[in-house]
């Protein structure tokens, strides 16, 4: 499976898309694992701080989650 690196902005973006859906981390932890994708609170919480990568897998579960362009992830990041 392919990681993607992540950063701080990433980490930032992913935080302010569940808070814009009302959600806990918790809660998105939770419809992860009803997706097969087994990852704790404290794992996800890690990539929204920019301390952990992601996997592209899970990045599209996140998208089918929050509903939300790909772009949305990626804003204001730069190369």
């Known amino acids: 499976m392919a990681k993607i690196l992540v950063d701080a902005c990433f980490g930032h973006n992913l ?7 009302d959600m806990s981390q918790a809660d998105v932890v939770r419809e992860l694992n009803l997706l097969g994708r087994s990852i704790s609170v404290t794992q996800y919480g890690h990539i929204e ?4 990568n992601i996997f592209a897998t899970d990045l599209v579960l996140l998208q089918r989650i929050f509903k939300v362009d790909y772009s949305e992830f990626f804003k204001d990041l730069v190369p």
Do not use: L
């Open 49 to 52: 701080q920019g301390r952990a």
């Open 15 to 21: 935080k302010q898309i569940r808070m814009s859906c």
